[in-house]
């Protein structure tokens, strides 16, 4: 009972907070109900029995990634949306094309897979998966994973690289070690 | 009657029934302790400095922090033009929450008695709460409409970002040795030696990361005062400059909690029975927080590059060197 009145809350919750992102004008307000639906979505984890997923939900999205978008977003000092070049009806339009794509293939796709009234596969058995995750994570999974590591790599150097092709090096004042 | 008993007797009503009881219980009890401490840093900064610190109000200045509260209520309250108004009231509430759920899982004593909840990823729990505890000082500067707070917000953000790398790697290594996420166990694992015995860098590390997340000095950065007039909280005034004051020291405790979670081996102590170990607990709490206050009144404050050199050039790749050389141990001495 406990449980469903939980799910319904951070439903509710998560489903607002997504709408909020994008009808919001102020783009720090947008950010800020994105932080919020990450919250909700990892108590929905929680429910699901996946505490580890849901903090380190927690973690990197709301504490992390979000707080790198809200600095940058403070520090160009963005009032409202910026316009760009494109028209405003192609924008529209390709906004609601891509918009209706998701939608049918959501539908098709979903509709397949987990009809409504559907069980959802048991929790695991007992409580505290984050040791199963290092295991499949180190063991079957462990190609991909080391792949991504190194993309991370890549990507870390290659912003390196392109900030200091650009700004001159600071000299410290003087007198300092 | 007999439905009202039926209902007291439900496994689900008892267990929301008490876990409320002592959230009750540690909220108040962390509040009030938490207004002391700043009576106890004005009382330790005076005698540092050859004064004596408040003394007027009750004896020995006891009722001091009454005194300010009922003060802070009673101000004028400012919000400056051009502030964005909602955020301006959301950021000091976000300022004191982190810190306080942080009490949720941290294990005062050996029994369930002394805690809120035992989850299995409470050093997670805690990681996650500090770095939301970010978001009240930049959404604090920014909604303020001042160049200082922005400033001053944007600094922390880049600080605290920072040192959370640091924080999360030097605990890596207290996990690799107790083998569990969950705060109990861990301080269940250091019943023959503390982990700041088998741990020092990390435990040296945690330390000086702890400084930089509660923006103590010397990484006071945020409201240096004397290129920032107060930083991200310039314009606040009132209960809601409080709320930030608060904030900050609900969140030394905390943190100081979690150190000694970690570190200092909890509740674990020799002499005192199980039901007043939690004194064990409490002993060490006060050390760390009057080291906490020491640093504050005797180091001078880094300068900007300075700080971030340290975070990434030091703390960062000595703690990855940590965890691998506890990682190699651990492996050694698992085959052995």
């Known amino acids: 009972m406990i449980t469903t009145a939980l799910f319904l809350a951070f439903a509710a919750l998560l489903v607002g907070c997504s709408l909020m992102v994008i009808l919001h004008r102020n783009p720090v307000t947008s950010a800020l ?15 699901l029995q996946a505490e580890f997923l849901a903090m380190v939900q927690v973690i990197v999205y709301a504490g992390a990634i979000m707080v790198l978008f809200l600095f940058v977003i ?29 939608l049918i293939e959501g539908a098709v796709y979903f509709g397949r897979r987990w009809a409504l009234g559907a069980t959802l596969p048991e929790p695991a058995p007992t409580v505290g998966n984050t040791a199963a995750i290092g295991q499949i994570l180190y063991s079957r999974y462990l190609f991909p994973f080391e792949i991504t590591s190194v993309l991370l790599i890549v990507a870390i150097l290659g912003a390196v690289r392109i900030v200091r092709g650009r700004v001159a090096p600071v000299t410290p004042p003087e007198g300092s070690s | 009657m007999s439905q ?13 029934f008490w876990a409320l009881v002592k959230i009750l219980i540690i909220l108040h009890a962390m509040l009030g302790v938490v207004s002391y401490l700043i009576y106890a840093e004005r009382k330790v900064a005076g005698h540092m400095q050859a004064r004596t ?16 509260v009922l003060k802070l209520f009673f101000k004028e309250e400012f919000i400056p033009d051009g502030a964005n108004k909602v955020i301006f009231h959301i950021a000091p509430m976000l300022a004191v929450i982190p810190a306080l759920v942080t009490f ?24 996650a709460l500090s770095s939301l505890g970010v978001y009240s000082i930049t959404l604090g500067g920014w909604s ?10 944007l600094r922390s953000s880049a600080q605290m970002i920072s040192y959370e790398l640091a924080m999360g790697l030097s605990t890596i290594g207290v996990l690799l040795l107790s083998g569990s996420l ?20 990390a435990f040296v590390i945690f330390m000086i990361t702890a400084f930089a997340e509660t923006n103590r000095a010397p990484f006071d950065l945020p409201e240096a005062e004397a290129e920032l007039v107060a930083g991200f909280h310039t314009e606040y005034s009132s209960m809601k400059f409080g709320l930030f004051f608060l904030g900050e020291f609900a969140n030394v405790l905390s943190i100081c909690c979690i150190a000694t979670t ?33 640093v504050r009144w005797t180091y001078p404050r880094l300068r900007y590059d300075q700080l971030m050199d340290l975070g990434w050039k030091v703390l960062l790749p000595v703690s990855i060197l940590n965890i691998l050389v506890t990682a190699l141990v651990v492996f050694w001495r698992g085959q052995g």
């Open chain 1, 33 to 47: 109900f994105l932080v919020l639906a990450f919250c909700s979505l990892a108590g929905i984890y929680l429910l």
């Open chain 1, 74 to 102: 403070m520090y160009l000092n963005l009032k409202r949306d910026v316009e760009d070049g494109m028209p405003h009806v192609l924008r529209r339009f390709v906004g609601w094309g891509i918009g209706a794509l998701l």
């Open chain 2, 4 to 16: 009202l008993a039926a209902l007291w007797s439900h496994p689900d009503f008892q267990f929301v």
């Open chain 2, 53 to 68: 610190g408040p003394n007027r109000v009750g004896p020995m200045g006891l009722l001091q922090p009454a005194a300010d």
């Open chain 2, 104 to 127: 949720s899982v941290v294990p005062f004593g050996p029994t369930d008695a002394f805690r809120v909840t035992d989850i299995n990823v409470g050093l997670l729990l805690f990681l």
């Open chain 2, 144 to 153: 303020s409409n001042n160049k200082y707070a922005l400033l001053g917000g």
């Open chain 2, 182 to 201: 969950s705060l109990v166990d861990i301080v269940h694992a250091q019943e023959k030696m503390w982990f700041a015995v088998y741990q020092p860098v």
């Open chain 2, 262 to 294: 970690l570190f200092l081996g909890g509740w674990n102590g020799p002499w005192l029975p199980d039901s007043l170990k939690f004194l064990w607990f409490f002993a060490k709490l006060s050390v760390l927080v009057f080291f906490f206050i020491w």
